[in-house]
């Protein structure tokens, strides 16, 4: 296995939330659900309810980032908005759909399903976020999930633990660990720095780690929840 490619740059403002988060963080990236997608061994049930759920999910995080691109105050961001709503649209939500079709399921069969509470819970914490703040809030809100997947699939790649040959989630793995999402990733990255200096200073600092905490642990009760319905 390769190292662990960490795409966050020591110093940067994401660098900083997750460290001001780290607990929070680790129990995301390192959650048991992670593990076990890694070495192939999760419930098919457990990933099935996970995947549908997250479905749902993508469908208020594209919803968020029309959000962002209204909150915008410049062409660069909001484009890169827009980008990151076609992404989830496009891309995304159809690695979901491939999967549901292995299990005879079509997309009116996921829609037909409720949102979880946890996946209301976490997603109305973005829009929230969005709503009441500005473009930052939003996008702070929203890096847990767009780094910290990218941070998963690294971790899982690197890992001496993971096994990919005839592991049923290796697309999911290689989606997630692949050059397009890290590309994705590392944009928003680089993003939250420049709204960051545009947008904001130290008196803003305690509010974002705050935030990003909030959508760390609103992050792993989401892998807890397909757990548990196992």
Known sequence: MAAFNDLVPAGSLFATLRGAN????DSYVEHDFVRQLGAGTLPEKAFRFYLIQDYLFLIQFARAYALAA????????????????SIILDDEMSLHVKFCAGWGLTIDDILAVPEAPQCMAYTRYVLEAGQAGDILDLLVALAPCVVGYAEVANRLVASGATKLDGNPYRAWIEAYAGEEYQKVAAAAVAQLDRLYLRRAGPGRDPALVKLFGGASRLEADFWQMGLDAA
């Open 70 to 85: 209204y909150k915008a105050d410049t062409l660069e961001d909001a484009r890169q908005a827009a980008r990151s709503m």
């Open 22 to 25: 780290r607990a929070a963080w």
